[in-house]
């Protein structure tokens, strides 16, 4: 019996696949996504896009990618068959995007396999918008995976192109590739050091953005930083993915100095704040999603400095996860107005933390 | 349940930040985005790509004054792209032409694509494997070969004289609106080449 595609997003121990746990630097480069974005000729942009013709292209799109044999675990899912708990669930798993799950109306669907780690949403700000994700740095094999998808969706749509612009998007920011790299990074101690100033100056002087923990338009949240590109024209992809993949060693080493000097100078002031976080996640009895996530990126970097010996790094990056609005309903087994999903978090928290003991 | 900003005791505190404070010790601060941005700190929420780009438009715009012109396809006009900062249709691109192409440049550095439309994604993501002995050979070649090109330096350096040139012949004949567009644009490829190609190498 194959699974149901909820079967993913409904069940708890998956939470933090897409979260690195080994490989080089996975202390500081948490996942990289990527995506492209593309439109299909013929129909007008979202801007334009009248209900019917939304309807056009949501099945138009529907009909083809359901024939893609990509995985046996592929699921296309309408938004408006799922409840706003499951899209939110979706989104939380970084799955889809702010927008999709929240902003954009009409009808919008999702293409997805997690075995691969892709997702293909359908009228987003793009009719289009194809993405993989994956722990850590691996950009090289996510895009030649995105690359192939690209390529098997583009030969049963057409997509709207020009022979000088390339690729045409929504908005201008996107056109040509359509490419977008971003990597999650966890930087705690250049922003203890405020040193994460100079990051975004380095970061814009590189045209590379960098964003929040979960993309464009996100707060900066728990020392997450999604640095990406922002030129999408003009460049091959291969060129836009060394753009950003050169800056990552700088900054990790940059971040493991800093991690470095304040363990040296401040090892005090360093290991206070750390079992102070995890003594407030551990004892706690109300707590916040964003308090949660900030506690949880110093237990990280605890854990990651070896100060937590009991705890694995697998368990901080699921915590992450379930510890957001819709995980904390689906542990709850229902829907939970705020001040009882802060109560229940601070409990889910505390059994888990003292699981590990 | 809404937290105060410890400075403004008015706002919302929408940045929460740890400091360690001269003697290491550990202080918590609650503050609203206005306080945040004057305690140097960047804002909870990062200016949207959208809000930078609206930005660029606005002055890439003040070229021209003809009458905003619709497109024929899709019936948006260049203010209307220019609030949202979203295209209606494909044809936009076309349509507002002598307009994109300095957006373009604004946002991106370039105006062109590298390679054909369609076969930007297959551009050869070259794979590591294939140079191992008795590898297979590689797949049919992505439609076509990346044509030779001039580095991006060498073009925007091109591009540069070309705007000097036409910025002498343009306030020559006192088409200072467009002397003020061409400046721009000239201050623009400048800091790039000195940042951006630097950077390339």
């Known amino acids: 019996m194959a699974e149901s595609p909820r079967d993913w997003f409904a069940s708890t121990d998956s939470a933090g696949d897409w979260m690195a746990v080994d490989g080089p630097d996975h202390d500081i480069v948490v996942t990289t996504r990527i995506r492209l974005a593309r439109n299909v000729a013929g129909f007008p942009f979202r801007a334009r896009l009248d209900a019917a013709k939304a309807r056009a292209v949501e099945s138009h799109l529907a009909e083809r990618l359901k024939k893609l044999e990509l995985a046996a675990d592929q699921a296309y899912l309408r938004l408006a068959d799922l409840s706003s708990l499951e899209t939110e669930l979706l989104f939380e798993r970084h799955c889809i995007s702010k927008d999709l799950a929240r902003e954009l109306d009409g009808p919008r669907a999702v293409f997805f396999s997690r075995r691969k780690n892709l997702s293909v949403m359908v009228n987003e700000e793009d009719h289009l918008r194809l993405q993989v994700l994956g722990p850590g740095r691996s950009p090289e094999a996510l895009l030649e995976q995105l690359c192939d998808l690209d390529a098997r969706i583009g030969a049963q749509v057409a997509y709207a192109t020009h022979p000088r612009f390339g690729h045409l998007t929504s908005c201008p920011t996107n056109v040509g590739t359509g490419l977008r790299i971003s990597v999650m990074l966890h930087l705690p101690a250049l922003v203890w050091s405020k040193e994460i100033e100079k990051v975004f100056d380095a970061a814009g002087k590189m045209k590379l953005a960098v964003r929040g923990y979960h993309g464009e338009g996100t707060s900066y949240v728990g020392d997450f930083f999604q640095v990406s590109n922002q030129v999408t024209l003009g460049k091959s992809v291969d060129r836009l993915l060394a753009d950003v993949t050169k800056v990552l060693p700088k900054l990790v080493d940059w971040e493991r100095d800093v991690r470095r000097g304040v363990r040296k100078e401040k090892t005090r002031t360093l290991e206070d704040r750390i079992w102070r976080a995890y003594g407030v996640l551990r004892h706690a009895r109300r707590m916040t999603s964003t308090e949660a996530i900030e506690l949880l990126s110093s237990v990280r970097l605890g854990v990651c400095l070896g100060l937590l010996p009991q705890l694995p790094l697998r368990l901080v990056n699921e915590l992450l996860v379930l510890s957001q609005p819709a995980h904390v309903q689906l542990l709850a087994g229902r829907e939970l107005d705020d001040d009882s999903r802060d109560l229940a978090r601070a409990d889910y928290l505390r059994k888990r933390l003292a699981e590990t003991g | ?201």
Not at chain 2, 60 to 84: H, L, N, W, Y
Not at chain 2, 112 to 137: F, I, Q, R, W
């Open chain 2, 1 to 201: 349940m809404t937290e105060f900003c410890q400075r403004c005791q008015t706002e919302a505190a929408k940045v929460h930040v740890t400091e360690i404070d001269k003697d290491g010790g550990k202080v918590l601060l609650h503050l609203c985005e206005g306080c945040a941005k004057g305690h140097g700190l960047p804002a909870s929420t990062p200016p949207t790509v959208l809000a930078v780009f609206k930005e660029l438009v606005d002055k890439a715009s003040t070229v021209s004054r003809t009458r905003d012109r619709q497109c024929p396809e899709c019936g948006i006009t260049f203010a209307e792209f220019k609030a949202k900062g979203r295209f209606g249709c494909a044809h936009d691109y076309d349509a507002f032409l002598a307009r994109v192409v300095p957006l373009l440049e604004r946002v991106h550095g370039a105006s062109e694509h590298l390679g054909p439309g369609d076969a930007v994604a297959a551009a050869a993501v070259p794979d590591p494997s294939a140079t191992a002995s008795g590898a297979a050979p590689a797949a049919p070649a992505p439609v076509l070969p990346p044509p030779a090109r001039k580095s991006a330096a060498d073009q925007a350096a091109q591009e540069l004289k070309r705007l000097r040139r036409e910025l002498v012949r343009v306030v020559k004949s006192e088409a200072y609106e467009e002397a003020a567009r061409l400046r721009d644009r000239i201050q623009a490829l400048e800091k790039d080449l000195a940042k951006g190609f630097e950077v390339d190498g």
